[in-house]
């Protein structure tokens, strides 16, 4: 696998392949990577002829007050996994090479990014949507995936391709949980012994509020009041957010009417997970 530190290299190995016919296949990540990145690793290598992965953690999505410098990293060991999966190259920037002294163009992505994550991180799609604009420009991607885990930064990206003629198809990848069903995240690794009980609250949330759409409910201020009675119960868990929206705009809903995106945030000590699922309301 190639590793890449510096733009121009990658934009010139880019242009290499695309001149030889190349499909390349995208998977930008912040690293520390687990079993749901390899997949989306996996994937790209199934839909294009060359993979490349990015490693990068981005500090414009971060705020001052969050984890930017304790969040987990473990390059050697992360390009040691990529390469297990036989991902072709590696783009690895220095925080100097994206953000070099008078960089002030940021891509700010409007209505889908309000809601949920929004709320609660108000800088956080712009720091998305800018550094995955800079990597496409630096990767040349034709395709590139992302988790569902992050379903609201997988509308903004696909807005954003739309928006701005981006030649690039965006794909979803279904969410990768561990066994136990707690989703897969590199920051699990905050978590200790006794929150991890706490933090499975959220895929047993999701699944007990199918349950209650299968059997009939509709009005999600009732799906929303079970879902956090289940999450605060027993304690140990503080809910940032818990919605029901439309799965392409965002926007709340108040009666699920089609498939509609169940939204979870929630802080376990100082670890914020999040998860969600896609309600589906069979008609009776
Ligand atoms: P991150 O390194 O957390 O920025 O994630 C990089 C990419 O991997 C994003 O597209 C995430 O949505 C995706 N991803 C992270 N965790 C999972 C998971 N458990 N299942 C599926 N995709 C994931």
């Known amino acids: 696998m190639r590793r890449v530190e510096n733009i121009a290299d990658m934009q ?7 001149a030889g016919g190349e499909r390349i296949a995208f998977v930008p990540t912040m690293g520390f990577l687990h079993e749901g990145h ?15 992965i990015s490693i990068f953690v981005n500090p414009t999505q971060f705020a001052p007050t969050e984890d930017f410098e304790s969040y987990p990293r473990d390059l050697g060991g992360d390009l040691d996994l990529a390469t297990e999966v036989g991902t072709d190259a590696a783009f690895i920037p220095p925080v100097d090479e994206m953000y070099p002294e008078g960089f002030q163009t940021y891509v700010h992505v409007d209505r889908v990014t309000e809601n949920l994550c929004g709320r609660s991180r108000p800088i956080f799609f712009r720091g998305v949507a800018t550094v995955v604009c800079k990597l496409f420009h630096a990767v040349k991607p034709h395709i590139s995936i992302f988790g569902q885990k992050d379903f609201q930064q997988l509308v903004t990206i696909k807005r954003m391709v739309k928006d701005m003629n981006m030649d690039i198809e965006i794909v ?5 949980r561990e066994k136990d069903g707690l989703a897969m995240s590199s920051r699990n690794t905050y978590l200790t012994q006794e929150q991890r009980p706490v933090a499975l609250r959220l895929n047993r949330c999701l699944k007990e509020a199918q349950k209650l759409v299968d059997s009939g409910e509709r009005n999600a201020e009732m799906i929303l009041k079970a879902a956090g009675d289940l999450l605060t119960t027993g304690g140990g868990a503080t809910v940032d957010y818990a919605r029901l929206c439309n799965p392409d705009t965002i926007e709340d809903v108040e009666v699920i009417s089609g498939p509609t995106l169940l939204a979870l945030a929630v802080w376990v000590g100082k670890t914020r997970l999040i998860d969600n699922c896609l ?4 008609k009776n």
């Open 38 to 52: 390899l997949d989306l690793l996996r994937t790209a290598r199934k839909m294009g002829t060359k993979s490349v």
């Open 12 to 18: 010139r190995l880019a242009d290499t392949w695309r």
């Open 279 to 282: 309600l589906k309301a069979i």
């Open 172 to 176: 979803g990848h279904p969410i990768v």
